[in-house]
């Protein structure tokens, strides 16, 4: 990346477990809308406590094999729904790059990414498939199930953050994500 430092957008932020997780919401939310997914939540707690009433009420004996395997499934599901935030935090704590401190230099040719001394990532923005803007930063995927993360706080200017949302949505292949004039508005 032979750019002049003009250009350059500095993004630096500490890669933590808390970083991951507002990453992790942000791809949660892009694929599964938020009132979608409180709606289905509840809709499975309340058919979960129905057949759990069913069988206590019914008593094992009386109730059929279908009643009994609906609430398994349903009880797995509830608890793969509870466990997985804690199954991702502790892959995490084994990931070479926790506590690491990440900086990104973003150019209008591409972004590169350095912990101390060595790149670890460089791609262009021609390479960036999908584009995710959440509550917290933006995700770019340069791979179906790659994403990075690029969280608002970790832009030293909300200029610097409205080149970047530019550049995400004009440089990259997906053209759906809306170009943003002033994202400075609630962000930081």
Known sequence: MNTSKAQEIAVRYRWTEVELRNAYYCER????????????AAILALLLVALILKVVLEGLNA?????????FALVVSVLQIITSQPLRARHFKKHNDLNADLN????????ECRVGAEVKHRFDWSDVRK????KKGVLLYPAPKTFYWFPFHAFATPED????????STLTRDKHHPARPDASGDRQ
């Open 63 to 71: 109730s059929n094999g279908s009643d009994l395997a609906l609430t």
């Open 104 to 111: 990104w230099a973003v150019t209008p040719e591409g972004l």
């Open 161 to 168: 953050l409205n080149a970047f949302l530019k550049y995400a």
């Open 131 to 134: 584009v995710t803007e959440g």
């Open 29 to 40: 939310n892009a694929i599964i809308r938020p009132v979608f997914l409180w709606t289905w």
